[in-house]
Nanobody, 124 residues
Framework: QVQLVESGGGLVQAGGSLRLSCAAS????????MGWFRQAPGKEREFVAA????????YYADSVKGRFTISRDNARNTVYLQMNSLKPEDTAVYYC?????????????????WGQGTQVTVSS
């Protein structure tokens, strides 16, 4: 099993920044690909970003490209999501996810491990 714990969410004004962290523990060999998803009230969960084990391949939703950066520190078993130029439409619960496969994935059903989520609220 893999346990994922997110942190770093909060309330920020539009244009501001936040950095989310996701710490993995347990069988971390199942975290070859890590991703971030988000779910806003009344909406389906959507892909935000993903990163491979080496950190050299990253993938982003069009809505966050150029504003968000995903990275990972394997020594700390932690993945980060740096969010800049935040907009009110970024308001959501953000979830960290992991999958053993090294193939990039952007669909939530492709991830087997999930954190509990952290709330991000962007005020206008």
């Amino acid at each position: 099993q893999v346990q994922l714990v997110e942190s770093g969410g909060g309330l920020v004004q539009a244009g501001g920044s936040l950095r989310l962290s996701c710490a993995a523990s347990g069988r971390t060999f199942n975290t070859n690909t890590m991703g971030w998803f988000r779910q806003a009230p009344g909406k389906e969960r959507e892909f935000v970003a993903a990163v491979n084990w080496g950190g050299d391949n990253t993938y982003y939703a069009d809505s966050v490209k150029g504003r968000f950066t995903i990275s990972r520190d394997n020594a700390r078993n932690t993945v980060y999501l740096q969010m800049n130029s935040l907009k009110p439409e970024d308001t959501a619960v953000y979830y960290c996810a992991a999958r053993r496969s090294m193939t990039a994935a952007m669909r939530d059903y492709e991830y087997g491990y999930w954190g509990q989520g952290t709330q991000v609220t962007v005020s206008s």
